[in-house]
């Protein structure tokens, strides 16, 4: 397969990189909001139970509060990486669409890809809002980016919004998911391989 065929490798690293970061950051949103609000405080916590990393805290707090602390974190990074696939996809022209494709198919795989993008900036810029309106602001990873306003009905606001993005993008996903493995073992086309590193 030619290079104008296939999305570049930068494309192709971000691709799969955010996409694997989504799905965690989905799995540890379910996580935490599973924990009690009331837990106790400790300042060392075995990570998610699995015996591999224990994280250490310079203040005593619950597991909820360590682990809304690490989404947080997390989604912060990753807005600044989805911005920068946005950019990348802005300032590199992405091989056309397979001339096999129905115009049914190309209808749905592009609105389907527009989805996408503003959904994985809308979700964390959400969350971002959020946390800035909450009374707890946002720490990466320890260190102060800005304190919160603790303004609870625009928290509210972003907190509502934030869960509606994430239950959309969980479903576009999902479709996107399905029409790759559509084009993969039915059509039997080269779909996925211009999205694989080989």
């Known amino acids: 397969m030619s290079s104008t065929q296939r999305y570049t490798k930068v494309a192709i690293i971000l691709h ?11 799995a540890l949103g379910w996580y935490m909001g599973e924990l009690p609000k009331d837990g106790p405080k ?35 990074s990753l807005l600044w990486l989805i911005l920068f696939r946005v950019y990348w996809r802005i300032s590199h022209t992405p091989p056309a669409m397979l001339a096999s494709y129905s115009a049914l198919e190309r209808k749905v795989a592009t609105g389907a890809h527009h989805l996408l993008y503003l959904l994985m900036v809308a979700m964390p810029v959400s969350g971002v809002l959020m946390t800035l309106y909450s009374k707890f602001g946002l720490k990466w990873f ?57």
Do not use: C
């Open 16 to 26: 799969w990189l955010i996409a694997f970061a989504i799905i965690a950051m989905f």
């Open 42 to 76: 400790q300042t060392a916590f075995d990570l998610f139970d699995l015996g591999l990393y224990t994280w250490q805290m310079d203040e005593p707090a619950s597991a909820r509060t360590l682990y809304f602390n690490l989404h947080k974190s997390l989604g912060f």
């Open 142 to 198: 320890g260190v102060e980016v800005f304190g919160g306003l603790d303004n609870a009905d625009l928290r509210d606001l972003f907190k509502e919004s934030h869960e509606l993005f994430a239950n959309i993008l969980l479903v576009i996903f999902i479709v996107h998911v399905v029409g790759a493995l559509k084009h993969r073992f039915i059509d039997k086309d080269e779909t996925m391989s211009r999205m694989s590193l080989k």
